[in-house]
């Protein structure tokens, strides 16, 4: 008898959401730990920043030589860190909640105000893990189609009209676009704040890639009664390993989220330290970071613009990852990564982030050092090559 029966649990619960494990692999947390163990991998598969120097590492070594993670944390995360967080946004009169990532943030967020009867938008491509925690408490979650040019590859405030109904709750932005790069202008963040006050739903603003964007609005600005914002630490900070991160809303909506919490005794000591030297810092490193990604990713774009077939749907790409369009050269992206894999590069297939367009694109991430990038370059244009025939 399978387990639903067995213990009478409702519905939705106890569907299976297992990654397909990559060729050769029994699990996906077997191929993510093989290539993790790999030490001469380039890492292109995971929009991680491999550019910091020491200043953040020094922070960390310091607390854990002090061996203060012998006590537990503030439960709700440091109060200099949450005013660092916020400073850092620009934002004021909002509370936030630390979170192990943006990811529990993103399930507190979904499970604290979607229930039942709710329905939630989002984008196809989009970071899928959203669209299926927002799966597990609402009726219906929209995938709105955007891999075309008239949209520029991005949810618009259009479409997003296009798809509201009665019981929409929620609007989700990720922004820059994991995986594409697109972002949004400070007009149409406008014209969703509008949405989201007009129609009295949430907009869920994840602003993972905020930092590698050359310009960007906080919807938070414009609607901060609606507005989530979901903070990370993983990209621009480097931090990805430590797991922290933050959700930013109105003190009531944080409340709310409070009754959700699972991570009761509060977020890793050493990571919170680690996050505060960085916010410390980020003036020091920030500038040198953005631009060597920004010519990491000129570098890739020569390298595409001097193969026949093979296109950049959105460049420059406004995050540290960008999607590479396979399809008119007739590869499969699953092919292609699989390939690259043996030339020890990790890069992603378009299926990781798309239900419908993933045949189309591979997705890598630039903020790696230059020379790896070189290393791509060459491996990409024989793979081409070799994959067409
Ligand atoms: C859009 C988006 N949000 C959230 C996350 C997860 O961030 P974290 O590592 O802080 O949990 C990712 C990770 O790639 C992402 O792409």
Redo the contacts with the bound molecule.
């Keep these: 008898m399978d387990i639903k029966r067995r213990f009478n649990v409702p519905g939705k619960k106890y569907e299976k959401v297992v990654r397909k494990p990559p060729k050769g692999f029994d699990s996906a947390n077997d191929f993510f730990e093989h290539v993790f163990m790999d030490k001469e991998m380039i890492w292109m598969g ?2 991680t920043n491999h550019l910091h120097d020491n200043t953040i590492a020094q922070a960390m070594s310091d607390c854990i030589m002090s061996k203060e993670y012998c006590k537990y944390p503030a439960p709700e995360g440091f109060t200099e860190l949450k005013e660092l967080i916020l400073k850092d946004l620009g934002l004021k009169d909002l509370n936030l909640l630390l979170t ?5 943030s ?1 399930y507190l967020s979904m499970h604290g105000l979607i229930e039942k009867g709710d329905n939630v938008i989002l984008s196809d491509p989009g ?1 899928l ?2 669209g299926t925690f927002a799966d597990r408490f609402a009726d219906h979650v929209t995938y709105v189609p955007i891999y075309n040019e008239d949209c520029q590859y991005k949810l618009t405030p259009e479409l997003a009209k296009k798809y509201i109904d009665n019981n929409t709750k929620m609007i989700v932005l ?1 922004d820059p ?2 995986p594409l790069g697109s972002s949004y202008t400070e007009e149409e963040i406008k014209e969703f704040a509008e949405i989201a006050i007009e129609n009295n739903l949430f907009l869920l603003h ?1 602003v ?2 905020c930092d590698f964007a050359q310009e960007h609005t906080l919807a938070a600005k414009y609607a901060p009664r609606n507005t989530l914002t ?1 903070y ?4 621009i900070f480097g931090m ?1 390993g430590l ?3 933050a959700v930013v809303a109105d003190y009531e909506v944080i409340d709310v989220l409070k009754n959700v919490v699972v991570n009761d005794l509060g977020v890793n000591i050493v990571a919170q330290q680690c996050a505060i030297a960085g916010l410390k810092t980020k003036d020091e490193w920030m500038e040198r970071i953005r631009n060597q990604t920004l010519n990491n990713q000129k570098l890739i774009k020569e390298c595409v613009d001097e193969i026949d077939g093979v296109f950049l749907p959105v460049y420059p790409s406004s995050g540290n990852m960008m999607g590479i369009d396979l399809s008119r050269a007739r590869i499969d992206p699953k092919r292609m990564a699989e390939y690259l894999l043996t030339k020890k590069i990790f890069t992603r297939e378009g299926e990781y982030t798309s239900k419908n367009f993933g045949q189309n694109y591979l997705r890598v991430s630039f903020s790696i050092p230059e020379e790896e990038i070189k290393i791509f370059c060459k491996e990409f244009k024989e793979a081409v090559e070799v994959l067409r025939k």
């Design positions: 995971q929009n192990a990532g943006a990811t529990e993103l970071y893990i959203i990720i676009l994991n994840d993972t890639y979901i990370s630490f993983s990209k990805a797991r922290i991160g």
